[in-house]
């Protein structure tokens, strides 16, 4: 079965100190990949996605991440947080082919506080 | 103003009873989904609709039930064979194609005492 392994369950940074989330995926096959961010009260909304083309891709918000194939990952990564990046992170999945393609795999996310 | 709305925000129910949530679209997106959001579970697939009259089991689909006569709309009813129904619960819907980017709303949060 397919699945999301966010490896850091909570996150904790200083203003300005950079930021890397993993996340491992297990499928074979090809795959679109996505982050999703949960602020405090707010709607889970999209970060960034990938799908074909340029391996490292740019998001919202001054947020990027790097699929590599090779090693079933897709990073997440920012130089600088700021303080209104504390939220919870979620990488999400889809396998391309089949009956369920549409369906999202979630890791079980990662929560980052930032102390300004 | 597009997007979804789920109703209500908050929840609360006795044990026993069977409780529906509402989530309505107006991006006329074809798929709709239901998840179950628990503390350090991240986002549990309950049932998912490619089209209208037509919905799938997820992987935790025991004790809900779902039903999907119009496009815009995808009720969840938590039933009491639920076990653990206290979650927060949230509505997704996509326009069905590739790459299946998901819009969320903003969730209900049930409380079953």
């Known amino acids: 079965a397919q699945s999301v392994s966010q490896h850091n369950h909570h996150v904790i940074l200083s203003e300005a100190a950079s930021l890397e989330l993993g996340c491992n995926y297990s499928y074979g096959g090809t795959v679109n990949l996505f982050w999703y961010v949960q602020y405090p009260g707010q709607h889970l909304q999209l970060l960034l996605k990938y799908f074909s083309g340029d391996p490292l891709v740019k998001g919202i918000k001054g947020f990027e991440a790097e699929f590599i194939k090779s090693k079933f990952s897709f990073n997440l990564r920012k130089p600088s947080v700021q303080w209104s990046d504390t939220a919870e992170y979620f990488c999400?999945?889809?396998?391309?082919?089949?009956?369920?393609?549409?369906?999202?795999?979630f890791g079980k996310g990662t929560k980052l506080s930032v102390k300004p | 103003d597009g997007g979804i709305t789920q109703s209500p925000k908050y929840l609360f129910r006795k044990e026993g009873q069977n409780v529906t949530l509402s989530c309505e679209q107006n991006?006329?997106?074809?798929?709709m989904y239901w998840y179950r959001q628990d503390p350090g579970q991240g986002l549990r697939l309950i049932y998912y609709?490619?089209?209208?009259?037509?919905?799938q089991k997820g992987d935790i689909a025991e004790g809900y039930s779902v039903s999907r006569e119009k496009k815009e709309s995808f009720p969840l009813t938590v039933t009491s064979a639920q076990k653990n129904p206290t979650a927060f619960y949230l509505c997704?819907?996509?326009?069905?194609?590739?790459?299946?980017?998901?819009?969320f709303g903003p969730g209900t949060r049930l409380t079953v005492t």
């Open positions: 609709s490619q089209i209208v009259n037509d919905f």
């Open positions: 999400a999945v889809n396998a391309r082919g089949g009956g369920s393609q549409g369906n999202l795999i």
């Open positions: 991006l006329n997106h074809d798929a």
């Open positions: 997704a819907s996509s326009n069905g194609r590739f790459p299946y980017e998901q819009y």
